[in-house]
């Protein structure tokens, strides 16, 4: 009965975390400021730089950010909700911490990480506008955003330097994407050697999402899902024929 109930938790989580990612934000706000739908103009993307190329920089600014929430909301109230409520932490056996890939990686753990990850395939093959979606950076941001402080300054350098160098949105989203997911896996690594205490220092200090197997590896997933989305662009980069950012023409 207990792994039924366990079952049904993460498939809740996952669940709870595709259906906000689904929300196309780019497409509401499309049809209820411009009367368009994003799907219908320039690349025909439902995402944030479409939108911007074809709606206006701030139009593209906020619907990136609401991406980005969409993922970052249903990830901390997992969080808090599989940490924090009794009932929830009891059924997992948070307090004897079930390792499942060595130290520290708890069932609890894996509850919570499951939110973001779905919510990323939701932003990507969102159910509410036919399975299509964005290209699943800015989701990969609200994940980083969510789970470490140091995901933003992070994505903020790297993409801009990239940006300054190449001009290309697609291959600034890629090296900065590419360039964290690194960086989850060397935090995961200091918190196999040096503990919880010195990794939690790059994650929010304890008081959010813990460093953990799951951490990396979703970014992981998350950073290959960004390289099939964006397999047209890198074809495009390599011919020479990709649109340069849009701002920046």
């Known amino acids: 009965m207990k792994f039924f109930y366990v079952t ?32 219908d103009v320039g690349s025909k993307n439902p995402g944030g730089t479409n939108v911007g190329r074809n709606f206006g920089l701030i139009a593209g600014m906020i619907v990136i950010f609401l991406d980005g929430l969409k993922i970052i909301i249903p990830f901390l109230l997992s969080y808090f909700l599989f940490t924090r409520v009794s009932d929830f932490r009891n059924l997992l056996d948070y307090s004897n911490e079930i390792n499942l890939f060595g130290r520290g990686n708890t069932l609890s753990q894996l509850a919570y990480y499951i939110t973001p990850f779905f919510g990323i395939i939701g932003h990507c093959y969102s159910i509410f506008i036919k399975f299509s979606g964005g290209k699943a950076v800015s989701s990969y941001i609200g994940y980083c955003v969510g789970a470490s402080w140091i995901a933003f300054p992070t994505f903020l350098i790297a993409f801009f330097t990239t940006i300054k160098i190449d001009k290309h949105v697609s291959a600034a989203s890629i090296v900065s994407s590419g360039i964290y997911t ?55 980069l390599k011919n020479g024929t990709e649109s340069i950012a849009f701002w920046l023409k």
């Open 182 to 236: 690194v960086i989850s896996w060397v935090i995961y690594i200091v918190y196999v050697f040096q503990g919880p205490i010195i990794a939690n220092y790059f994650m929010y200090f304890g008081l959010g999402p813990e460093v953990c197997i799951y951490f990396p590896i979703v970014a992981t997933f998350a950073f290959v899902i960004i390289l099939i989305r964006h397999k047209q662009n890198i074809k495009n």
């Open 8 to 39: 049904l938790l993460f498939a809740c989580s996952a669940i709870i975390g595709y259906l906000f990612g689904a929300i196309p934000n780019s497409v509401i706000i499309g049809k209820i400021f411009f009367h368009k739908d994003p799907r």
